[in-house]
């Protein structure tokens, strides 16, 4: 159940990229809000709204920042937000995919599309690329959280479908139907996990060189930098000696 870590650029420096921009309370909020809308006030009776929840406070995003974004769901003002996803084509034969919360399609679909066709790729139809991933619960640990026995445990007893531990930490995949119930049995056995969302897991990825990996990071960064786009996930792989020289 353990392999080579993949998830980590995949998911293009996640952690150290949020941390560093502006917007990321703003979308932190925008997902809670809309999840509280679409369900319960209440995290505990409604399992988006609890991701959405941990999600933000695994940012260090404050209380009241949340409690915030709660209350704005259930106060009538709050822009009526949907949620639509892209799909496309990057550098290196890569496939993107794109997911936004945004209150206006046309502006939301040009920036998407204006993003791809100015980083060497070009936006594709619904459905062009989502063939290629799977649709799964994912749940990060640190590495600190234990040993790749203790965690490996804790997992398949928790019912998790899969897991990769690496010097970076453990990565825990799920049935997507299962995240809510995985993620509660290990927080009690581990303590709260460092990520907890549903992802789209790439079924191959596509091993990016110097030139196509310099590229990528570029859209994948204009992408992330557009306040309306919440995650985007792609198959490529990057090198731990391609990162250096273009990270």
Do not use: C
């Amino acid at each position: 159940m353990a392999g080579h870590s993949k998830f980590k650029n995949i998911m293009h420096r996640k952690g150290a990229q949020d941390k560093k921009r502006s917007n990321l309370f703003s979308k932190l909020s925008r997902e809670i809000t809309v999840a509280a809308k679409m369900g319960m006030p209440d995290p505990d009776m409604n399992p988006r709204l609890r991701l959405a929840v941990n999600n933000a406070k695994s940012q260090s995003m404050p209380k009241e920042n949340i409690q915030r974004a709660i209350d704005k769901a259930t106060s009538g003002d709050d822009e009526n937000f949907e949620e639509v996803r892209y799909e496309g084509y990057g550098p290196g034969g890569s496939a993107i995919i794109v997911e936004t919360l945004t209150d206006n399609r046309n502006r939301t679909a040009t920036a998407v599309r204006t993003a791809f066709s100015k980083n060497g790729g070009n936006l594709g139809t619904e459905g062009s690329v989502q063939h290629g991933f799977e649709r799964l619960g994912f749940i990060l640990y640190p590495a600190a959280a234990g040993d790749e026995e203790k965690v490996l445990e804790a997992a398949m007893e928790a019912g998790a479908e899969d897991i990769t531990s690496t010097e970076d930490g453990h990565e825990i995949w799920t049935a997507a139907d299962d995240l809510h119930q995985v993620a509660g049995d290990l927080e009690k056995a581990l303590g709260e996990a460092e990520t907890v969302k549903l992802a789209w897991k790439p079924n191959i990825t596509v091993d990016m060189d110097e030139k196509n990996a310099g590229t990528l990071l570029k859209l994948i960064d204009a992408l992330e930098d557009d306040d309306d786009v919440q995650t985007v996930w792609g198959n490529y792989d990057i090198s731990d000696e391609v990162m250096e020289k273009v990270g």
